[in-house]
């Protein structure tokens, strides 16, 4: 089992940052994936981007050059930085994390879910 613990969400200005935490607890594994999904009302679940332990990432398209995702992997932390925030980058932030098990399906655990609201 993996927890995860999501900090950092808020409402902030048009324009402004935030900085997202989420620290993994429990069996995660010698490879793994943590990252962040938001999800807007009425919209579906999408990734945001994601990191590899090994430092591999992804990105949304249409997120890059905004968001910088990074990880201490020592300490089992995904930060998720947001710059020029906007109105429609509201949604419910949920740090995530895809523990690779060999020869088996992969372990998915989600986090609670952090706000984040910008306003015009």
């Known amino acids: 089992q993996v927890q995860l613990v999501e900090s950092g969400g808020g409402l902030v200005q048009a324009g402004g940052s935030l900085r997202l935490s989420c620290a993994a607890s429990?069996?995660?594994?010698?490879?793994?994936?943590m990252g962040w999904y938001r999800q807007a009302p009425g919209k579906q679940r999408e990734l945001v981007a994601r990191?590899?332990?090994?430092?591999?990432?992804n990105y949304a398209d249409s997120l890059k050059g905004r968001f910088t995702i990074s990880r201490d992997n020592f300490k089992n932390i995904v930060y998720l930085q947001m710059n020029s925030l906007k109105p429609e980058d509201t949604a419910v932030y949920y740090c995530?994390?895809?523990?690779?098990?060999?020869?088996?399906?992969?372990?998915?655990?989600w986090g609670q879910g952090t706000q984040v609201t910008v306003s015009s």
């Open positions: 995530n994390i895809v523990v690779v098990v060999p020869y088996r399906d992969n372990n998915v655990y």
């Open positions: 429990g069996s995660t594994g010698t490879l793994n994936f």
């Open positions: 990191m590899s332990n090994g430092g591999s990432t």
